[in-house]
Structure formats: structure tokens, C-alpha cells
């Protein structure tokens, strides 16, 4: 145990079950911090531990010649005490029926008298003097025993014919109950109980994915050949019509897609049941496990080797008999030439880190979307929601100025026309210009060549340059202050001159661009 507990750390510790105060123990490696109760009222099984079903057939009324029908299965399925008490009372009543009818023959022929007066009379039956030397005779003429004092004499017919009814009687009646108790004998219900289940049933992960685990073993060397496993769930569900069923039985995928239902039965062997969204447990969590009730019914079905017989080894778990968090502990060892099994440890298991939600939590978990995952824009991607954003404001600054308010008398009579040239071939143009990378094509956008000569080189006359540095940031501020003056608001900026109160937009532009404008 020491080495075990090196090789899995100090954190896990091994765990008994105790069926009266619950589990004992506590591992710093559980997941979710909840305890299971410790004590919880015994509730009624649907099937024992021992595999026996606890379920009893009443009021069967005139169905019960039924089993008179089925004999033979019936004294099978009785129990040992009956089944002796059948059988000692069968042959003692045939043989005092016989015996009686020896005796009968005996006395309507007058052998009891005559045999005693003349010693030159035959009787039917030599030597048969009374009640006990009849019942000698039978005894040694079914057993075939024949001491040869007693015989049947060839002047009896009638007891030639007792003798051939009592020869097949005896047969059927050996036949009948010899074969009954075989059959009771060697019984593969027997061969069950050297089957195994875990005493508890585990919850923990393997493979990335919560499983629902027990662990099963075969005890004897003979194998159980096509053995194969199944799992039921009992539980009491209400239909949609409203339709209670009280004991609903559910089908458990141990690995029936895959084969791993069918076992190679050598070893112990952890059966696993995997949760996904097609398991009954999909929305089982450590904390709903404490008020669920259901059973788990696990059929172990396959022939024995040395009989041929099918054997069928059942067991069941409850809702506290699932440990949550927890894991098997090893009990396969590596000896000099052979593999070695501690049955010891049969039960054992420690406690193991587990998600104390269910399956359907951590799915939903993981299908919200996480702000941390969304991808980052890069500089081209954010370079062109920029430029959409400035058409979209262009052609929103566009419709309000197509009305012919106030707002169109603001531009410059060139600008105007250029504004009236379509919507769409201004989008197409801003695009094209924003695309490149040139200063100068970016600054002065759709202006006249005139302007663009006025914006890109340098005159005498610096009344040009009064609140425009550069032209390009001109023609920015003038697309900001008329075309857009609610939908893209320009940023404040030392190089822009901000419009006075009580002045009109023309009054701020050069002398060259107001005379364009008459």
C-alpha cells in the first residue's frame, strides 16, 4: 500500500465503504468539496446485491395450475428443504403403495395361511409371510438387489404383471426426481456466485470524458466463454400524457457500439459507461446525486466452460452506492512469471480530481463564446473599417445635403457640382483614393486640379494658407465642418480653426475659394 501510495501521490487517499455511515476517509483531490451524508434510510431495491429480484407475484387467482403444468421446472425452482421433503416422501409413499399391493396378492391368494399348512403349496412370491417380508421384496426387487431368497413363482400372472408396472414406475419415478435434483445441483446459479461486482459504483474521468464505472471479476480459474455484459437503468419517470411509470427501465451503453460489452473475463476488469448527451445521467452533477433515486441493475450473462450451461450473474446500485470523484484501485501485480490478483483490493478506491458539474453544465460551459477568443483585427482589416465607416458618413452627410436646404449653399459652387455627380460614383472615388497611400491623393480627394496646385504648392500670397495647413488638412476640415457636421463631428485640433458664432462658413475660407463660390 505504501508503494501504491507513492505512485499516486499523497493527495489520494483509499477509501472503504461503510453501508452504514457512508465513506469514510477524505482526499484532497475530490471534486467539488460535497460530502455524502452519513446516514441515509435504506430504500427498497428493485434487485439485491445477490442478484435476487425482490419482487413478489400475488393474486395469481386461478393461474396457479400453471405451475402444476410445468412440474419439472417447478421442484427446480423450489428451494433445497422442499426439494428433499419431495423427494424422501415420493419414494416412501411408491414403496408403501407397493409393498401394499405385494401384500394384497399375497392375502387374497391365501398365501400368508396356506404357505404356513402345506409345505408342498407354490405361492405367487416365496418366503413372503406378512406385511414386512412384502415390503422386503419390493425393496430388493427395485433395487435390484435380489438376495434370491424371495422370488416370484411362475403360477403368480398377476403378480407377473406387478412386477412389470413396478419395474416402469420405479424408472419414471427415478428419472423424474433424480434428474430434478441434478439439475438443482448443478444449477449455474451456483457458478454466480463466483462471479464478482465492486460494492460501489464510481464517477470520475477517463480519457478527457465523465464515465460512470463498476468493476467486475471472475474468481475461478474456468473461464466464462461469450461473456457479455449489460446495464440497466430503474427509475420512476411521468410521461408527457401524464402516464406514470413507477419502474422504468432504461438501457445502459457500456460499449455495445464498440465491442467492449463482450469480455475476456480473466482478470477484473472496470466496466465503463461513458456520459454523453445520448446517457440518462447527461444532467447528473455531484450535487443533483444526493436527492436523485435510482437503480443501476448490471447483468453479467455467459456459458461455463466446464458445464456448457448459460450462467447469469446479477447485481445492483443505488444512488449512494455512486461515489462521485472517485477511482479503482489497482489490483493487478507483475510476479515472476504470472500476473497476480489482490482480491483484497477488490473494493478499495481513492478519491481523484473531478468536475462537480454535469456534463450538460461544462457543454454549455464551453459553447458561450469568450472574450478573450475573439480574434484581434489586424492593420489591414482595421484600415478598411475605417474607410467603409467614412463612406457610410459620406453618404449619410450627402443625403441630408440633397434635399437643397441651407446646408448645399455651404459648399463652394464646384464642390457642389461634384457633390451632384451620384452617390455612388463618390463612393467608388473615396474608395479608390483611400486605397493609396500618397499624401497628396488622400488630402485633396476629388478637388480640382486648380485646387490641388493651390494645396500642393507653395504661392505668395500666404492669405491662402489663413487656417488651412496643409491644403490636404483644408479640404479635410472643410469635408468635416460642411459636408458632415452631425454624423462625423471632427476631433479638435490646434491646426483646424473652429467656426465663430454668428458667422457664416464662407466668411473662413480664402479670398480665391469665396470668389469660386460667387
Not at 475530490?30 to 430504500?43: E, L
Not at 400453471?66 to 424422501?88: A, C, G, H, Q
Not at 497611400?437 to 494645396?455: I, M, V, Y
Amino acid at each position: 500500500m505504501a508503494a501504491l501510495r507513492r505512485k499516486f501521490g499523497e493527495d489520494y487517499q483509499v477509501v472503504s465503504t461503510n453501508r452504514a455511515g457512508g465513506v469514510d476517509g477524505s482526499g484532497g483531490g475530490g471534486g467539488g468539496g460535497f460530502s455524502v451524508p452519513a446516514a441515509k434510510k435504506k430504500r427498497q431495491r428493485f434487485v439485491e446485491k445477490n442478484g435476487r429480484c425482490n419482487v413478489q407475484h400475488g393474486n395469481l387467482g386461478g393461474e396457479t395450475s400453471r405451475y402444476l403444468s410445468d412440474l419439472f421446472t417447478t421442484l427446480v425452482d423450489l428451494k433445497w428443504r422442499w426439494n428433499l421433503l419431495i423427494f424422501i416422501l415420493t419414494y416412501t409413499v411408491a414403496w408403501l403403495v407397493m409393498a401394499s399391493m405385494w401384500w394384497v396378492i399375497a392375502y387374497i391368494r391365501g398365501d400368508l395361511q396356506q404357505h404356513a399348512r402345506d409345505a408342498s403349496y407354490t405361492p405367487c412370491v416365496a418366503n413372503v409371510y406378512n406385511f414386512p417380508s412384502a415390503f422386503l421384496f419390493f425393496i430388493e426387487t427395485e433395487a435390484t438387489i435380489g438376495y434370491g431368497y424371495r422370488y416370484i413363482t411362475e403360477k403368480c400372472p398377476e403378480g407377473i404383471i406387478l412386477f412389470l408396472f413396478q419395474s416402469l414406475l420405479g424408472s419414471i419415478v427415478d428419472a423424474f426426481l433424480i434428474g430434478c435434483m441434478f439439475i438443482k445441483m448443478s444449477q449455474p446459479k451456483k457458478r454466480a456466485e463466483t462471479l464478482m461486482f465492486s460494492q460501489d459504483a464510481v464517477v470520475s474521468q477517463r480519457d478527457g470524458r465523465l464515465c460512470l464505472m463498476f468493476r467486475v471479476g471472475n474468481l475461478r480459474n474456468s473461464h466464462m466463454v461469450s461473456a457479455q455484459i449489460r446495464c440497466k437503468l430503474i427509475k420512476s419517470r411521468q410521461t408527457p400524457e401524464g402516464e406514470f411509470l413507477p419502474l422504468d427501465q432504461c438501457e445502459l451503453d457500456v460499449g455495445f457500439g464498440t465491442g467492449a460489452d463482450q469480455l475476456f473475463l480473466v482478470s477484473p476488469l472496470t466496466i465503463c459507461h461513458e456520459i454523453n448527451p445520448k446517457s440518462p445521467f447527461f444532467e447528473l452533477s455531484q450535487r443533483s446525486l444526493t436527492s436523485e433515486q435510482f437503480e443501476i441493475v448490471v447483468i453479467l450473462e455467459g456459458i461455463v466452460e466446464t458445464t456448457g450451461m448459460t450462467c447469469q450473474a446479477r447485481t445492483s446500485y443505488t444512488e449512494d452506492e455512486v461515489l462521485w470523484g472517485h477511482r479503482f484501485l489497482p489490483v493487478m501485480s507483475l510476479e515472476e512469471g504470472f500476473f497476480r490478483v489482490d482480491y483484497s483490493q477488490f473494493h478499495s478506491t481513492f478519491e481523484v480530481p473531478t468536475p462537480a458539474y454535469s456534463v450538460k453544465e461544462h457543454e454549455e460551459k464551453n459553447s458561450l463564446p469568450s472574450p478573450a477568443s475573439t480574434p484581434a483585427l489586424t492593420e489591414s482589416q482595421r484600415a478598411r473599417r475605417d474607410r467603409v465607416f467614412s463612406v457610410d458618413c459620406i453618404n449619410a452627410a450627402t443625403a441630408t445635403m440633397g434635399g437643397g436646404g441651407g446646408g448645399g449653399r455651404r459648399l463652394p459652387s464646384k464642390l457642389q457640382r461634384i457633390n451632384s455627380s451620384g452617390k455612388e460614383d463618390l463612393q467608388r472615388k473615396v474608395l479608390m483614393l483611400s486605397s493609396q497611400h500618397s499624401e497628396k491623393a488622400c488630402s485633396t480627394g476629388d478637388l480640382p486640379l486648380k485646387l490641388q496646385r493651390l494645396g500642393s504648392s507653395p504661392g505668395p500670397d500666404d492669405s491662402l494658407k489663413v487656417g488651412f495647413e496643409p491644403m490636404t488638412q483644408s479640404t479635410g476640415d472643410l469635408y468635416q465642418h460642411s459636408l458632415m457636421p452631425t454624423l462625423c463631428p471632427p476631433q479638435p485640433s490646434a491646426r483646424s480653426p473652429l467656426l465663430s458664432a454668428g458667422r457664416r462658413p464662407e466668411d473662413n475660407l480664402p479670398a480665391k475659394l469665396r470668389k469660386m463660390n460667387r
